[in-house]
């Protein structure tokens, strides 16, 4: 598939947008679902073409010197085509939130006030890599009955670009407006721009990528944003925790796929604990190839490791995207919640312990969008906790927080009905 260059006119695809919104409200549950499925059977059946694709991605991003960590987690879609088909085949099993009465009641005047559930409209989303939340969001909105514009990165450009057309050819069958599903097939960064000033056509916009880019979105557009996917994690290994346990755990949490948001980036350990498991994570991490980042008294029980340097300050407010890990002891649950509350980012956190008392203060006191008890931060995510996708995690607390599936997707109306009532 060849990529030309050429203008793209964002005030009609916004308005290509909004008339598509129009249209898919009018879609029946049944007519949603049924595309969805082809939509899952279509990329399953073109999955060698998106994978050729996608093989493109993949050698401009070692040409141009990109961690194969990130090319693997956040690229790669080979081992993630089959997860992507299911998932679009979950969403379709879901119930539909849309016309979902959530208040119904009469008052002592006869007016009848109902509560529902109705599509957000038009949603632009803007993502670094991961050519899946071109499907995720694709997805999630058609069965919300909003219509959706895409900009994804530069070095994923041919792989969402053949899952676009698969996608759009299925509607396109289906009967469903043009405008449904939108990509804005540049890579110039002047579109982001533009994206984030279209308020008469978008009604949220949800970037999924780095701190820069959820930045800049927040100071540039006039088009509510939800944030979020910034992801400093931590875990925190209590004094009463099984250690014959904790160490799978610890791995799940930061080996499994070091370069995404719901990975563990700082370990907190009881310091009566301390000196007999952090030389197993060491060990046992280190050994899948994780460097550490030890504060000042984990650096003196396992800094003579040469997998281990001394944490400089600002490391515990960083998001690594690969196999680094802070570690530090802290002398109680009250300073690893304190710990949290100054470093962490709302995302997930999480305490492994055998005293509930600890797991409750920690549950109830981390202000973050997941908190967790022995569990890995791994689980954060659309699919993993049965919502079967996600546009985003949010950290934010309104409208939505952690991940966003179709409920988060939707707002709702008052619907009033009187008998020709008028106010007294």
């Not at 009018?26 to 060698?48: F, P, R």
């Not at 995207?321 to 100054?342: C, G, M, Q, S, W």
Request: charged share 20%; glycine share 6%.
């Amino acid at each position: 598939m060849e990529i030309t260059a050429q203008a793209i006119d964002l005030q009609q695809m916004g308005a290509c947008a909004r008339s598509a919104a129009a249209a898919l409200a009018q879609k029946s549950t049944a007519d949603k679902n049924a595309a969805l499925l082809a939509i899952a059977d279509a990329l399953e059946a073109n999955t060698l073409s998106i994978l050729e694709a996608n093989q493109r991605d993949l050698d401009l991003a070692a040409q141009n010197g990109i961690d194969p960590i990130w090319i693997r987690d956040r690229i790669d879609l080979e081992k993630r085509m089959a997860g992507i088909v299911t998932d679009v085949r979950k969403v379709a099993e879901l119930p539909d939130p849309v016309g979902e009465v959530l208040q119904d009641t009469t008052l002592d005047n006869g007016l009848r006030l109902i509560k529902r559930r109705t599509p957000l409209g038009v949603l632009g989303t803007i993502y670094e890599s991961r050519p899946n939340v071109t499907v995720d969001v694709s997805t999630l909105a058609l069965k919300t009955s909003n219509a959706v514009i895409l900009r994804g990165g530069s070095d994923v450009l041919h792989s969402n670009m053949r899952l676009t057309q698969v996608m759009q050819e299925v509607l396109a069958a289906h009967d469903f407006p043009a405008g449904a599903i939108q990509y804005i097939s540049s890579a110039d960064r002047r579109y982001v721009s533009e994206l984030l000033r279209l308020y008469e056509y978008i009604d949220m916009i949800i970037p999924r990528g780095g701190n820069g880019l959820h930045t800049f979105c927040r100071e540039n557009s006039s088009i509510p944003v939800i944030t979020g996917g910034i992801g400093v994690c931590h875990i925190f290994v209590d004094n009463s925790a099984q250690l014959d346990k904790v160490l799978p755990v610890l791995d799940n949490a930061k080996t499994q796929r070091p370069a995404v948001c719901n990975s563990m980036e700082t370990l907190l350990v009881h310091r009566s604990v301390a000196r007999e498991l952090l030389p197993q994570v060491v060990d046992v991490l280190g050994a899948a190839g994780v460097a550490f980042h030890a504060g000042e008294r984990a650096y003196r029980i396992v800094g003579a490791d040469e997998r281990v340097v001394a944490a400089a300050a600002e490391d515990f407010d960083t998001e690594w995207y690969n196999l680094t890990l802070n570690l530090k002891v802290v002398d109680d649950v009250d300073e690893a919640i304190a710990h949290i509350a100054r470093h962490g980012t709302q995302h997930s956190d999480s305490i492994l312990t055998e005293t509930a008392a600890h797991a409750e203060r920690f549950l109830n006191e981390v202000d973050s969008a997941a908190v967790y008890w022995n569990a890995s931060t791994r689980f954060t995510d659309g699919s993993a906790m049965g919502m079967g996708a996600e546009v985003a995690i949010s950290t934010q607390k309104l409208h939505a927080r952690g991940p966003m599936a179709l409920e988060e997707l939707t707002t709702y109306k008052w619907i009033v009905k009187g008998d020709y009532t008028s106010r007294l």
